[in-house]
Structure formats: C-alpha cells, structure tokens
C-alpha cells in the first residue's frame, strides 16, 4: 500500500505535486497518468525519499521511504533504465545491489531469468543495451527484492510489442500476487488493457482516482447517425444542437452526437419523421476521456501560429 496524504512538492515557483492526497492499494494495477509535467516523476521520487516533499507524507506499507529497514524488500522501481554505470555489466549491477541489501546471489540469476535476459545480454556492459533491455534489466532490479509495492515508470518505452506485451502480463501477474503494482505511462491504450484503477495527474493536482471504466463512462458516450437525406440532416442537427448536444459531421452522410443518447437522438428524428440509415452509441475511449479530464492542464497547449490560416 502506498499512502499519500497532502503530498506537495514546490521547485521555485514551480508547484510539482500539489496537495495530493490518495491510497494506492494492493493486489490490483494502478494506472499512473499525466500529461508531460504532471508532477508523475516526482510524486514516484518522493515515494522512494529521492525528492523531500515540500509538504505532506508519502508512505509505503504505513512508512516513510528513509525508515524502511530493507527498503529493496519493502519497494522496487524502475524510474530512470540509464541509471546504471555504463561500464558495468546488468549481471554486476544487480549482484552489487543484492550484496548491500543481503540478497542471496542466487537471487540475481531468478529476476534475470523472469525478465528474460540471458547469460550473454546480462554479461554485457550496460551502455551496450539496447533501451528494451536496458527497462527489462531496471524491472529485475525492482523484483530484486520480492517487495509488496512496485512502481514502474514508463517501463515499456523502447520495448517492441512482444516486450509491451511482457510487461502488461508481469504487472498483472503482479497484482495478482496480492502486490501494490503502480505503472505510469503515455500510453492510454496500454493502460487500458493493463490497469484496473487510474490515478490521473494534471499540474501536480489530483483529477482523478476511480477505476478504469469509471473514467472511462466520465467522458460519455458518442453517438453515430447516418441520415442519407441533406435536408433532413440539417434540421436534425439544430435540433441536436438544441436539446444541448454537440454535433459533428463524420463523413458525407453522418454526423457524430455527443452530450445526449442514442435514445434522444432516435426520439428527436422520429418526431420529424427523419428517416434514419444507423444509429449507433460507442463508449468514448480512454484517450478521449484523458483529453477531456486534461484539457485544462496540459503544460504546453499547441495554439495556432497565425499566418496561414487555412
Ligand atoms: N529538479 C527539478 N527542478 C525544477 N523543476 C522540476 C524538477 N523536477 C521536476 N520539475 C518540474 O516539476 C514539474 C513536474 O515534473 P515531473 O517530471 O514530475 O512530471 P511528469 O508528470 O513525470 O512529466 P513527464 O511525463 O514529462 O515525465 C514540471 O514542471 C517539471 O519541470
């Protein structure tokens, strides 16, 4: 269980990570998401004791990072993949983080074996691995120490679809285990098939903390009509606008409906006797329920440049 209890974390005026207040429980996957400078990074660094909040606590199993007596078997995380001497082998590496946390050796070999680097890629010195493996050795670090709470950072950047894939099945085997999985990434769709709860980050404040459908049913549902008819399509889309909708064309012939139901959309063309070709609700997808929840928050909005105004 990871405890965050008015978590603030202020860089000049820069507030990071901003009053936020939120458990992170075990035995499922926790989705961490965010735009670019969220305040992710620094929330999962003040978990480790890498950044001292500003104000508020961050505790892992009911403690600070700094008074876990073995911290490797109480946390593991994959922040930085880099953050391994570049002359010094994966197989060295983890062996010198095993040795000054009382690890057995033997325990190396297991979490190389489990993230599938073999004797020859884990011999290697780590400038010489490629980024996927470079996160692949980062996450046998994490399971180094068989912890109850893992955090991973962005674990599948560089990893081809086999890695991705990987990494979605260990995380859940994770939280199936009864462990504290928290995941951060960019990617919605993978978080959509990996987390079953998401924590949602927009300027270091909390937006969200519900499972994974909930948000997704935050962002409503988008509703297809295709009226084969000019004139008719028109009326219905001031009567859409009307009734509060909001109406986009999609296609020569249809238009997509957001803000009302299928069931209005239906009703309000039967009452003009509009003859319809499809009427369809679809669930807004997690992408579209992040733009939504973080349209107010991104830290860099793209604006138009003006000149060409085409
Ligand atoms: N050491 C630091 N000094 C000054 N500002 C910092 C420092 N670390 C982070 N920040 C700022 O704090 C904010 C949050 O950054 P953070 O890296 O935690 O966000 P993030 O959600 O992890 O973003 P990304 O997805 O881009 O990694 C940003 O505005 C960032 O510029």
């Given at each position: 269980?990871?405890?965050?209890?008015?978590?603030?974390?202020?860089?000049?005026?820069?507030?990071?990570?901003?009053?936020?207040?939120?458990?992170?429980?075990?035995?499922?996957?926790?989705?961490?998401?965010?735009?670019?400078?969220?305040?992710?990074?620094?929330?999962?660094?003040?978990?480790?004791?890498?950044?001292?909040?500003?104000?508020?606590?961050?505790?892992?199993?009911?403690?600070?990072?700094?008074?876990?007596?073995?911290?490797?078997?109480?946390?593991?995380?994959?922040?930085?993949?880099?953050?391994?001497?570049?002359?010094?082998?994966?197989?060295?590496?983890?062996?010198?983080?095993?040795?000054?946390?009382?690890?057995?050796g033997r325990r190396v070999d297991e979490v190389l074996a489990t993230v599938g680097l073999d004797a020859r890629a884990a011999g290697k010195p780590?400038?010489?691995?490629?980024?996927?493996?470079?996160?692949?050795?980062?996450?046998?670090?994490?399971?180094?120490?068989?912890?109850?709470?893992?955090?991973?950072?962005?674990?599948?950047?560089?990893?081809?679809?086999d890695g991705v894939r990987w990494v979605r099945r260990l995380a859940r085997a994770l939280a199936g285990e009864g462990r504290t999985v928290l995941?951060?990434?960019?990617?919605?769709?993978?978080?959509?098939?990996?987390?079953?709860?998401?924590?949602?980050?927009?300027?270091?404040?909390?937006?969200?903390?519900?499972?994974?459908?909930?948000?997704?049913?935050?962002?409503?549902?988008?509703?297809?009509?295709?009226?084969?008819?000019?004139?008719?399509?028109?009326?219905?889309?001031?009567?859409?606008?009307?009734?509060?909708?909001?109406?986009?064309?999609?296609?020569?012939?249809?238009?997509?409906?957001?803000?009302?139901?299928?069931?209005?959309?239906?009703?309000?063309?039967?009452?003009?006797?509009?003859?319809?070709?499809?009427?369809?609700?679809?669930?807004?997808?997690?992408?579209?329920?992040?733009?939504?929840?973080?349209?107010?928050?991104?830290?860099?909005?793209?604006t138009p440049t003006g000149g060409d105004t085409r």
């Amino acid at each position: 269980m990871i405890t965050l209890s008015g978590l603030t974390k202020r860089f000049g005026s820069t507030v990071a990570v901003d009053d936020l207040t939120v458990d992170i429980g075990p035995g499922r996957v926790t989705g961490f998401l965010g735009p670019n400078g969220a305040g992710k990074s620094t929330t999962m660094r003040m978990i480790l004791g890498l950044d001292r909040p500003t104000a508020g606590r961050a505790l892992v199993g009911g403690r600070p990072y700094r008074e876990l007596r073995h911290p490797l078997h109480e946390v593991g995380a994959l922040l930085d993949a880099r953050a391994v001497h570049p002359a010094r082998s994966g197989r060295a590496h983890l062996l010198t983080m095993a040795r000054s946390n009382g690890i057995p050796g033997r325990r190396v070999d297991e979490v190389l074996a489990t993230v599938g680097l073999d004797a020859r890629a884990a011999g290697k010195p780590a400038r010489a691995l490629s980024l996927g493996m470079g996160q692949r050795l980062g996450i046998a670090g994490a399971l180094l120490g068989d912890p109850p709470v893992l955090m991973f950072d962005e674990p599948v950047n560089g990893l081809d679809p086999d890695g991705v894939r990987w990494v979605r099945r260990l995380a859940r085997a994770l939280a199936g285990e009864g462990r504290t999985v928290l995941v951060s990434s960019h990617l919605m769709s993978e978080m959509q098939l990996t987390a079953d709860r998401l924590v949602v980050l927009g300027r270091g404040r909390l937006l969200a903390d519900a499972p994974i459908e909930e948000v997704v049913a935050g962002a409503g549902t988008e509703v297809r009509v295709r009226v084969p008819d000019d004139a008719d399509r028109a009326v219905l889309t001031g009567r859409l606008v009307a009734a509060g909708a909001t109406v986009e064309p999609d296609g020569p012939d249809a238009l997509t409906v957001t803000g009302v139901t299928a069931e209005r959309v239906g009703d309000l063309a039967y009452e003009r006797g509009i003859r319809l070709h499809e009427l369809s609700a679809r669930e807004a997808s997690l992408e579209q329920a992040f733009m939504a929840l973080t349209a107010d928050s991104v830290e860099y909005a793209a604006t138009p440049t003006g000149g060409d105004t085409r």
